[in-house]
């Protein structure tokens, strides 16, 4: 590959200087390179080799690295208001000291690898190019699947082209002789995941979990993007992108955002059960968004690949992720079955015994799930029989719908509209879940997650609720419909009420005529609601009283709510928009 760009040479060589590798090689992108890394690892014993799934593999993870961890994910910008109240911050000065004596020789022993990847095709003019520097050739590997590497990229970026510098090292040098950890990484209190918006940086130091050390993806698609989309007047969100045909043959293009491990990817790639509705997967976790020329919003989809939760995916939940994860798939801490395969809990059957993500023997009867709750596969999404043909179109799909959620056993009805663009805003600024186990920390704990992004905002959160209010106003008669799902309900008994899955293109048709005018609404305290009749049961034997549930508001509950707004808005003081602050005083009036 040829080195003209003085700026990238220059930087890897200064990083090289303080991190002290063995050695260093520079990233083509090419199935040998991927072949001969893969080979390397599986020769250490840190990759096991699928029998039963071409080109496929497993990795175990470090029992403490199983997932992100927002407590050491930081948005450091020269002003701590500018961060926010939702972020963790340190001043630049301080946390690049803090983590310059870090990275201080810790690639000794390792090979330093340079990535130069896309973010979105090559010749999309929303993509972004990155240079990821890590010291992890399973990062390479996944970065292979999950962006786009190499020599396109290099030669886009030319001699002066602009990149963002992502710095990742697992945090753990070998010494000469030293046997290495099968997934070395520093221990958690010296783990960061840092972030400097104002300068467009990225450095990440401890951690080999995808969401910490792939850092084309929560870091710069959605931290670092989101603060550039705020600068630049476009969006960067947590959000799938699916297209829609119905019967007739229209289509829809819809963006959801729900906080990780809420179902996105299932949503992706759902399998219609109502007769003549085809769905096709643009994207299952993130979206970003530029008006088009003729004033309507563009999304692209900026990965390559799907980095997908396992456990719960089966034939049943998910067909289509299934036949996404026949070969060419890295799984991490899922279990290994004896003929050489890979299963998790949710899968179908149990094995009657496995090997369990921690290297132990398993059988039914074990006190431990066989899979870690966040084990993952890292697939190209090009496998998806439901692939849209064209989620690789540079200028992206347009979107018609905005759909925002979480995981709520109780309160939140299965759907409801915005009476307006500002009052979606408020819907997404006051979405909430129960927490998963896609960071490390507490599971099923009610949280505000606005906009799925509270892990995820690379600045103020109360200035990202102001841009999307500036963007609606851009996208004037443009703007999509916005609307609020919850497929999570249960009956007071705990029942699930709603079946979900590929029944969830009932609730999608309903947006979808909407749209088109074909069906009404209810309006309620707190926003449109089907009316009765128009979601369409057909084949499903849901009973009426599921059914009311589902769709019934609490005004009690709801006033409980309230509260719960007001203490979430309380925390960004004067900076809340007063638009978002007059429609929480309308929902309130409306409760009566
Ligand atoms: C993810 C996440 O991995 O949101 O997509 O954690
Ligand atoms: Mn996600």
């Known amino acids: 590959m040829t080195l003209q760009h003085a700026k990238l040479n220059g930087w890897v060589k200064e990083v090289a200087g303080l991190c002290r590798p063995d050695s260093i090689h520079w990233c083509d992108g090419s199935r040998e390179e991927y072949d001969r890394l893969m080979k390397r690892m ?86 972004k190019i990155g240079v990821e520097l890590t010291d992890s050739p399973y990062v390479v590997c996944n970065m292979h699947i999950m962006t786009r590497v190499g020599t396109t990229v290099m030669e886009k970026l030319g001699a002066d082209g602009e990149f963002i510098p992502c710095l990742h090292s697992i945090g753990a040098p070998v010494a000469p002789g030293q046997k290495d950890a099968s997934w070395p990484c520093a221990p958690l209190d010296q783990k960061y995941i840092s972030h400097f918006p104002e300068e467009n940086l990225i450095w990440s130091y401890g951690s080999g979990y995808g ?41 829809y293009h819809l963006a959801a955002a729900f906080p990780s491990a809420c179902g996105k990817t299932n949503l992706a790639m759902l399998t219609p059960t109502l007769p003549g509705w085809k769905c096709e997967c643009v994207g299952d976790d993130i979206a970003w968004i530029k008006i088009g020329p003729d004033g309507r919003p563009y999304a692209i989809n900026p990965e390559c690949g799907f980095f997908g939760v396992a456990p719960g995916t089966s034939y049943d939940s998910n067909p289509a992720a299934m036949d996404t994860v026949k070969e060419n798939t890295i799984f991490t801490n899922c279990a290994l079955t004896d003929d050489g395969d890979i299963w998790w809990e949710g899968m179908g059957p149990a094995p009657n015994h496995a090997i369990d993500w921690k290297g132990r023997d398993w059988t039914p009867d074990a006190k431990e799930p066989a899979a870690h709750a966040n084990a993952r596969f890292t697939v190209p999404a090009r496998q998806c029989p439901v692939i849209c043909p064209d989620w690789e179109k540079p200028q992206g799909v347009p979107i018609d719908i905005f759909v925002f959620g ?156 309230i509260s719960d707004i007001e203490r979430h808005f309380g925390q960004f003081g004067d900076r809340l928009p007063a638009r978002i602050r007059r429609q929480l005083d309308d929902l309130r009036k409306r409760l009566g």
């Open 42 to 127: 599986v020769e250490s014993g840190v990759a096991t080799p699928l029998q039963k799934r071409p080109h496929s593999f497993l990795f175990r993870s470090e029992p403490g690295d199983v997932a992100r961890i927002e407590s050491r994910t930081y948005i450091s910008t020269a002003n701590r208001d500018d961060a926010g109240p939702t972020n963790n911050w340190v001043a630049p000065e301080e946390l690049k000291a803090t983590m310059k004596s870090l990275y201080a020789g810790c690639m000794k022993g390792r090979t330093l690898f340079v990535i130069p990847f896309s973010m979105g095709a090559v010749d999309s003019p929303i993509a």
């Open 406 to 561: 979480g995981r709520r056993t109780s309160v939140m009805p299965l759907v409801h509209e915005a009476y307006s663009w500002d009052h979606g805003v408020f819907m997404g600024a006051t979405a909430s879940s129960e927490t998963t186990a896609a960071n490390i920390g507490a599971v099923g704990n009610l949280r505000r997650d606005p906009f799925a992004m509270q892990p995820f905002c690379g600045y103020n959160m109360a200035d990202y609720f102001g841009h999307w209010l500036a963007m609606g106003d851009r996208f004037g008669k443009h703007a999509p419909r916005i609307f609020y799902v919850n497929w999570f309900r249960k009956s007071p008994e705990g029942k699930w009420l709603w079946p979900g899955f590929g029944d969830n293109i009932r609730v999608l048709k309903w947006m979808c005529e909407r749209i088109d005018g074909t069906v009404g609404a209810v309006e309620t305290p707190i926003g449109l609601m089907p009316k009765e009749g128009d979601l369409d049961l057909t084949g499903l034997a849901i009973p009426d009283a599921d059914l009311k549930e589902l769709l019934r508001i609490d005004a009690d509950a709801w006033k409980a709510e």
């Open 211 to 251: 969401g910490n050390a792939l850092l084309g993806k929560k870091c710069l698609a959605l931290r670092i993007a989101s603060a550039m989309a705020k600068r630049e007047g476009w969006m960067a969100e947590h959000m799938l992108i699916l297209r829609l045909t119905n019967p007739a043959g229209k289509q």
